[in-house]
Nanobody, 125 residues
Framework: QLQLVESGGGLVQPGGSRRLSCVASGFTLYNYAIGWFGQARGKDREGVSCISRDSNTVHFDSVKGRSTISRDNAKNTVYLDLNSLKPEDTGVYYC???????????????????WGQGTQVTVSS
């Protein structure tokens, strides 16, 4: 059974950094595109950063220059590093997967078919 588990969320001060992890089980990530999405309370889930099987990446404007997405296929894990965090970055962060050979990752929620349960990131002093 395909499963994604996020971790690494927590409380962080404005300007701080956080590394989120997405660990896959029940399948190998090698041929999958992975996306990270954030959802603030009362708002729609939105793209943050996505990575193709070839490690090509897409970052949304809200985090451009502040995020790094990477994958370690040997560990079946994708990471999202967020820097210079702002209070408006607060929300639940989800990772999602879709088997894809595309060279560029799609970074829209409708394209992904497997989702994790999310991890809460709260940016506050």
């Amino acid at each position: 059974q395909l499963q994604l588990v996020e971790s690494g969320g927590g409380l962080v001060q404005p300007g701080g950094s956080r590394r989120l992890s997405c660990v896959a089980s029940g399948f190998t990530l090698y041929n999958y595109a992975i996306g990270w999405f954030g959802q603030a309370r009362g708002k729609d889930r939105e793209g943050v950063s996505c990575i193709s099987r070839d490690s090509n990446t897409v970052h949304f404007d809200s985090v451009k220059g502040r995020s790094t997405i990477s994958r370690d296929n040997a560990k079946n894990t994708v990471y999202l590093d967020l820097n210079s965090l702002k209070p408006e970055d607060t929300g639940v962060y989800y990772c999602a997967a879709r088997r894809s050979f595309a060279t560029q990752p799609m970074c829209v929620t409708e394209w992904y078919d497997s989702w994790g349960q999310g991890t809460q990131v709260t940016v506050s002093s």
